[in-house]
């Protein structure tokens, strides 16, 4: 079974990076569930897409994760990352942005939140396994996109290059393919191609 | 046959379609909005043929319109949340009574947690209260199947027939085989065919009808048990998680029962349970689990049989202990020797949605594993340090969002002036999050214009303000405005016209004159009705025009008599944002009044950044990538050091560029 967390902040792309991934799951042959957040908390609340695949042929029963069974969670926020942090198998592995998005109580209160001190202390997290997580410079890697709506895109390419997925480059390139409207294919896949060359030069 | 991933409310769209539906009427709510879209788009695509779908203006005028459509033969599906069908209850009811013809299903989608609701009412209470079956799935492909079969047994016993899946089933998503095209299957007997007799409900036809449904519940009940379709919704489940043919095929002392979601938790927990057990070389005693997918009319048979030999049994469900009072009940009346925990007993989660996690633990202690199964792995978990903390994040309007002016603007209005701002349901709840703090109630659809009245009777002495959305304006807002002007109530009603039910999603509504079957209609218009109910004071603002807004909303406060002011600004789902407004960092004082003004999440503080002006304070900045240049917070920084886009477009020409490249 492979357990699968995508985390972020309503708007930001999490549904699409979930579909990808039950695509390509699906052409492999694998029992896929899914499950989304939809409503209220997708006006800048916090969101999560579960994402389950029966990748051993065992039958996905439901949607959702247990606790400390996440082989891999994808958050689009270091904040967002920290909160679902319970849902990681002692095993998994974790991709997040290094940017983080203020949220307006934070704006209000005397004590705002720093994503450079959340990003440090995930770092901290993981320092007994720090081959178990990849922060990535979205800001650098979207400027070089072009685009900031390719983030979705960026972080699974940046899992699969890592290691984190057992799907290939050509899957995923598939499962966009197969998930975007034609006119947005390219777009992604040069979203991978500076994923994987940010990965091969770090 | 198509392979599709799909979400279960799609799903359940295109199972009706597979099962020839020919009307489709709902109204827009979280979880279920997802099935008229998906109707809509078939339909819209050419793929489904002869069917009508629409948004009705409420559930209870979409129930009645396919009451119509049912008693002239057509099958017939109908949407809504659990609250929906409070509205929809009067013809719900009656309509059992008089009984349907054309296959009439009622997917009424429940929401534990509650997630996006006011409550966590049990739609399979209101099938037993008005004596209508309830399907209930565990999975979207469930719900599929489920919603099949409900046509053939609505049109079986001529008996509207609910199907209540909840959140976590219509928002999860797996793969289906779907029709490539499908077709309304046609009226049965072509058509209406009058009988006053049994078309006209009268006392002593309803006396006759009672009876009618008295005999065909226990009946139903029998087909749960006999009629194949119906049976593989009541699976049974023995150690190892294999199938079951028959209940005896287990000697167990133990029994498990679930339904909807949690009979899914349920399967992934033994699976669990049963894992670490085999790890820890314990092992997990006999027992018998039973999802129970058919819970009204109950299949009572079924469960006695079930229970046959058992001596305690755990029930997993979320919402309301219907299955546990129904086992219960079942053992009183048959004799049998079972003790059942769960809600009442106070052995499962009392509210809220159940998990993995919790019925896990609750199986080891319910399998006497809590020892056996107690050493860990070894391996810790990975953990954030001691010291960190997790900014809150919850829902908050949009930035850009027309409310937010519209709520700052009765704010300063208002100014010291006694008042009671009475909220509706809506994205508008939102304003009664800091800083803006402009909501002081939220009851249901439609109630802030009607209490309203019921603060102005009592507190004369206060202004009282009645927040009110154009989709629920027409939904339920109309008989309020009616009562307000017949009865002379002294209320101001704040319509915020983003002419869009945006927080399920943006559906058109009877203001937009926009149509799932293609035409647009001629808007109604807000203010012509306000009119024909002799509103006297009616003003328009532009809620984003702050001087315009808090002009407009003053003048309707302070008339005496029922007043109104229409905001007018589409929601930001509908229209292209603009390039981004500029904070100079060179002239900002730090004061965070545009923060704590009107807590945009466009605008942020970053203490580290102080500026010449600001002194040791720090500097507000723009995040380019959430504002979308609405321009409110220009009105509200008292330095006017906020730049709108386009004086910042003539002053900084490639800035502007690089923001607008977001749009």
Redesign the interface.
């Known amino acids: 079974m492979l357990n699968i967390l995508i985390t972020g902040?309503?708007?930001q792309g999490t549904v699409l990076a979930?579909?990808v991934l039950?695509?390509a799951a699906?052409e492999r042959g694998w029992q896929?569930?899914?499950?989304?957040?939809?409503?209220?908390?997708?006006?800048?609340?916090?969101v999560v897409s579960h994402v389950r695949m029966g990748n051993d042929g065992e039958e996905v029963?439901?949607?959702?994760?247990?606790?400390?069974s996440a082989d891999l969670i994808i958050a689009f926020e270091p904040?967002?990352a920290?909160?679902v942090?319970?849902y990681?198998a002692?095993?998994?592995s974790?991709v997040t942005a290094r940017t983080a998005?203020?949220?307006?109580?934070?704006?209000?209160s005397t004590?705002?939140?720093e994503g450079a001190r959340?990003v440090a202390?995930?770092a901290?997290?993981?320092a007994d396994?720090p081959d178990?997580l990849t922060i990535i410079d979205d800001e650098r890697l979207l400027a070089a996109v072009?685009?900031?709506k390719a983030l979705n895109i960026v972080l699974l390419a940046s899992a699969v290059a890592r290691g984190y997925l057992p799907l290939s480059v050509d899957d995923l390139r598939r499962a966009v393919a197969a998930c975007v409207k034609p006119r947005f294919v390219e777009l992604n896949d040069h979203a991978i191609d500076v994923a994987l060359a940010a990965e091969r030069s770090a | 046959m198509t392979?599709k991933?799909l979400?279960g409310n799609e799903a359940i769209a295109h199972a009706a379609l597979e099962a020839g539906v020919r009307v489709v009427a709902g109204y827009p709510g979280?979880?279920s909005s997802e099935i008229v879209e998906m109707v809509a788009k078939e339909r819209a695509a050419g793929r489904a043929e002869g069917v009508h779908v629409e948004w009705s203006t409420n559930e209870k005028a979409a129930l009645e319109l396919l009451g119509g459509a049912s008693y002239a033969g057509a099958r017939c599906l109908y949407t809504c949340k659990q609250m929906g069908l409070n509205v929809a209850s009067d013809p719900l009811m009656c309509l059992n009574y008089v009984g349907v013809k054309g296959g009439l299903v009622l997917i009424v989608a429940d929401d534990p947690g509650p997630?996006?609701s006011q409550t966590e009412q049990d739609t399979r209470r209101f099938g037993s209260f008005s004596k209508v079956p309830v399907l209930d799935p565990s999975?979207p492909d469930q719900a599929f199947a489920m919603v099949k079969a409900a046509f053939e047994l609505s049109e079986r016993y001529r008996t509207p027939v609910i199907v209540r899946p909840t959140?976590?089933v219509d928002?999860?998503?797996?793969?289906f085989d779907i029709a490539d095209r499908t077709r309304a299957r046609d009226l049965i007997d072509g058509g209406f065919v009058r009988d006053p007799s049994h078309w006209v409900i009268f006392p002593r036809r309803a006396y006759e009808a009672h009876g009618e449904i008295n005999e065909r519940l226990p009946q139903i009940a029998r087909d749960y048990a006999s009629d194949t379709v119906f049976a593989a919704f009541n699976p049974l489940y023995g150690p190892g998680l294999a199938p079951l043919s028959a209940p005896d095929a287990v000697a167990a002392q133990l029994g498990i029962v679930a339904g909807g979601?949690s009979a899914?938790?349920t399967?992934?927990a033994l699976?669990?349970v049963e894992a670490r057990a085999a790890a820890c070389g314990a092992k997990v005693p006999a027992y018998r689990f039973w999802q129970v997918g058919t819970p009204y009319p109950f299949p009572e048979d079924e469960a006695a049989r079930f229970a046959q030999g058992l001596e305690r049994v755990i029930v997993f469900e979320e919402l309301d202990s219907v299955l546990e009072d129904a086992l219960t009940l079942a053992a009183g009346r048959r004799h049998l020797a079972y003790d059942v925990l769960g809600k009442e007993s106070g052995d499962t989660r009392d509210r809220g949605e159940n998990?993995?996690?919790d019925i896990?633990a609750r199986l080891v202690r319910f399998f006497g594993l809590e020892e056996a199964l107690a050493a860990d792995d070894g391996?810790?978990?990975?953990?954030?340090?001691q010291d960190?903390?997790?900014?809150?994040?919850?829902?908050?309007?949009?930035p850009g969002c027309p409310h937010r002016g519209s709520f700052y603007a009765i704010k300063r209005a208002l100014g010291k002036t006694p008042a009671v701002l009475c909220g509706d349901i809506g994205?508008y709840t939102?304003g009664n999050?800091?800083?803006l703090d402009a909501v002081d109630t939220c009851l249901c659809m439609g109630a802030g214009i009607t209490q309203a009245q019921g603060f102005s009777v009592v507190e004369p002495g206060r202004k009282v303000i009645a927040y009110v959305g154009d989709s629920t304006f027409f939904a339920s807002g109309m008989t309020g405005i009616a009562n307000a002007a017949y009865n002379g109530h002294d209320i101001t009603v704040v319509v915020l016209d983003n002419a869009t039910t945006a927080?399920t999603g943006a559906q058109p509504h009877p203001g937009t004159g926009v149509t799932l079957m293609g035409p647009k209609n001629e808007p109604i218009s807000i203010e012509a009705v306000l009119a024909a109910c002799n509103f006297k004071k009616i003003v328009h603002a532009d809620p984003l025009d702050l001087d315009a807004a808090i002009a407009a909303a003053h003048e309707a406060i302070f008339y005496e008599g029922p007043s109104a002011v229409l905001f007018e600004s589409p929601c930001i789902q509908l229209v292209r944002p603009q390039a981004p407004v500029e904070i100079d960092h060179e002239l900002c004082t730090g004061c965070k009044r545009c923060?704590?003004e009107i807590?945009?999440?466009g605008?942020?503080?970053?203490?580290a950044a102080p500026g010449p002006k600001s002194g040791k304070r720090g500097t507000a900045f723009v995040?380019a990538?959430?504002c979308n240049g609405c321009g409110l917070c220009v009105d509200v920084c008292p330095f006017s050091v906020i730049v709108p886009a386009a004086e910042a477009a003539g002053a900084k020409s490639d800035a502007a560029k690089e923001g607008g490249?977001?749009a």
């Open positions: 902040v309503g708007g979930a579909k039950a695509q699906q896929v569930r899914t499950a989304e957040t939809i409503g209220m908390a997708q006006r800048g609340g916090s029963y439901a949607p959702l994760l247990a606790h400390a904040a967002e920290a909160r942090l319970p990681l002692p095993a998994g974790l998005i203020q949220p307006v109580t934070a704006a209000l004590d705002p939140y959340m202390q995930l901290e997290a993981f396994r178990q072009g685009n900031r | 392979k991933l979400m979280t979880p997630i996006s999975t959140t976590r928002h999860a998503s797996a793969f979601i899914a938790y399967l992934e699976r669990l998990d993995v996690d896990a391996v810790a978990p990975v953990a954030l340090p960190a903390q997790l900014p809150a994040r919850p829902p908050v309007l949009c994205c939102l999050a800091q800083p927080m923060i704590t807590g945009c999440p605008i942020g503080f970053d203490p995040d990538s959430l490249a977001h």
